[in-house]
């Protein structure tokens, strides 16, 4: 992944809107995308500039978890 895109946060990447917004904008971004499914399980094909985050945004403390992640990995 490149370190010079700029960065956006997507939750629920795995839905209908959320998967065509991810399509949209992956080669433009680096993409955080949340979403309860895995990446296989909602058919998005690996994208270098993806990082696929699975996790319920209801769970906060998994969600401080994630936004640590995001933070560490440019998306801050």
């Excluded at 960065?7 to 680096?30: H, N």
């Excluded at 995308?33 to 699975?54: D, F, G, L, M, T």
Aim: net charge negative.
């Amino acid at each position: 992944m490149e370190d010079k895109w700029p960065s956006i946060v997507i939750t629920g990447a795995s839905g209908f809107i959320g998967r065509s917004l991810l399509d949209c904008v992956k080669e433009e971004f680096s993409v955080f995308a949340i979403a309860r499914r895995s990446r296989k399980e909602s058919n998005v094909p690996y994208h270098k500039n993806i990082h696929w985050i699975q996790c319920d945004i209801a769970n906060e403390e998994t969600l401080n978890d994630v936004m640590k992640y995001i933070n560490d990995h440019g998306g801050g």
